[in-house]
């Protein structure tokens, strides 16, 4: 089998790695600039690529010259798993598997961030969907689909490690069925729903919220943590719990209580428990060591 491997995200290694022996390119996207001094950070696909001895192609659109260096590899499929564009025709119609993986129950979430979405929306039970690819996003006939339950404790990184868990035995039953064209292919029925990129002003922390809500966004941004203000500077949130029934005079965003290992801020309805933080310019660390560090106090407000 020889499959082109296309993703701009290292969450797609371990799709990649299970499939090595048979990936004979991968395609992804240039370097970007990332973090404190503007440096350019190693691309992990091709990183991970040329640690297998495997070529790659990186790419900004989908020139003539791309699409034919993609060709002259003579593909037998195509895989994709978080590459963020979208195929066009032409490299489309170089293989009859053009496969995604996406971690949704298609066609609900279709789009950037259907992980993100289904978190902050507190879903209770998703799938990994794979489906032969077309020009629209994520509407490509269903090949597989296999469901799986999502805890209200799962964050972002749980959440995916079960699409890896169902995910990799899954495509790689979709790439035999496809290629022995033994895939019984169902359309897309409904109007589904769109799982658009997360914004920046989409990471602050509303605190007249309610507090299963704001669980939900912590959970669903622990790539990159949530965030409130304390004492003028970003506070980022990585891991909470909520208390729904939990009454205080206190206003929204204001700590109602310090323990030794945690602290408790009240939101519209309910309180958050804070368990993990990262002030600003720190690491990420349990509020046990913020609490000794920082000393938060009962009736300080978190903006």
Same mark, same amino acid.
């Given at each position: 089998?020889?499959?082109?491997?296309?993703?701009? +995200?290292?969450? +797609?290694?371990? #799709?990649?790695?299970?499939?090595?022996?048979?990936?004979?390119?991968?395609?992804?996207?240039?370097?970007?600039?990332?973090?404190? /001094?503007?440096?350019?950070?190693?691309?992990?696909?091709?990183? #991970?690529?040329?640690?297998?001895?495997?070529?790659?192609?990186?790419?900004?659109?989908?020139?003539?010259?791309?699409?034919?260096?993609?060709?002259?590899?003579?593909?037998?499929?195509?895989? @994709?798993?978080?590459? /963020?564009?979208?195929?066009?025709?032409?490299?489309?119609?170089?293989? %009859?598997?053009?496969?995604?993986?996406?971690? !949704?129950?298609?066609?609900?979430?279709?789009?950037?961030?259907?992980?993100?979405?289904?978190?902050?929306?507190? @879903?209770?039970?998703?799938?990994?969907?794979?489906?032969?690819?077309?020009?629209?996003?994520?509407?490509?006939?269903?090949?597989?689909?296999?469901?799986?339950?999502?805890?209200?404790?799962?964050?972002?990184? +749980?959440?995916?490690?079960?699409?890896?868990?169902?995910?990799?035995?899954?495509? %790689?039953?979709?790439?035999?069925?496809?290629?022995? !064209?033994?895939?019984?292919?169902?359309?897309?029925?409904?109007?589904?729903?769109?799982?658009? %990129?997360?914004?920046? &002003? &989409?990471?602050?922390?509303?605190? !007249?919220?309610?507090?299963? +809500?704001?669980?939900?966004?912590?959970?669903?941004?622990?790539?990159?943590?949530?965030?409130?203000?304390?004492?003028?500077?970003?506070?980022?949130?990585?891991?909470?719990? #909520?208390?729904?029934? #939990?009454?205080?005079?206190?206003?929204?965003?204001?700590?109602?209580?310090?323990?030794?290992?945690?602290?408790?801020?009240?939101?519209?309805?309910?309180?958050?428990?804070?368990?993990?933080?990262?002030?600003?310019?720190?690491?990420?660390?349990?509020?046990?060591?913020?609490?000794?560090?920082?000393?938060?106090?009962?009736?300080?407000?978190?903006?």
């Amino acid at each position: 089998m020889r499959i082109v491997f296309f993703s701009g +995200s290292e969450i +797609s290694i371990p #799709f990649a790695r299970a499939l090595i022996e048979d990936i004979i390119l991968f395609v992804t996207l240039p370097p970007k600039i990332r973090g404190r /001094g503007n440096k350019i950070s190693p691309n992990p696909i091709k990183v #991970f690529a040329e640690e297998h001895g495997k070529a790659t192609v990186e790419l900004d659109n989908f020139s003539d010259g791309a699409v034919n260096k993609i060709a002259s590899y003579n593909p037998d499929a195509l895989l @994709v798993f978080s590459f /963020g564009k979208i195929l066009p025709k032409s490299i489309l119609d170089l293989t %009859k598997c053009p496969l995604n993986i996406h971690p !949704s129950d298609l066609p609900q979430y279709r789009g950037a961030s259907p992980i993100e979405r289904q978190l902050m929306d507190g @879903v209770s039970r998703s799938a990994v969907t794979i489906i032969r690819m077309n020009e629209e996003i994520d509407k490509g006939e269903i090949i597989l689909k296999k469901h799986f339950d999502v805890s209200v404790y799962d964050d972002y990184y +749980s959440f995916l490690k079960k699409v890896y868990d169902i995910g990799i035995p899954l495509v %790689k039953e979709a790439l035999v069925c496809c290629l022995s !064209s033994t895939c019984v292919k169902i359309p897309q029925e409904g109007e589904g729903s769109y799982a658009k %990129k997360i914004r920046k &002003e &989409e990471e602050k922390i509303d605190w !007249s919220n309610d507090a299963f +809500s704001i669980h939900n966004k912590v959970r669903a941004l622990t790539r990159i943590g949530a965030y409130t203000i304390f004492r003028g500077k970003k506070l980022k949130i990585f891991k909470t719990d #909520f208390i729904i029934d #939990f009454y205080t005079s206190f206003l929204p965003g204001t700590i109602v209580d310090v323990k030794n290992d945690y602290f408790l801020v009240s939101s519209g309805k309910g309180c958050l428990k804070i368990i993990s933080v990262q002030p600003e310019g720190k690491k990420i660390m349990d509020s046990k060591d913020f609490i000794n560090g920082y000393k938060p106090k009962v009736s300080e407000v978190l903006l």
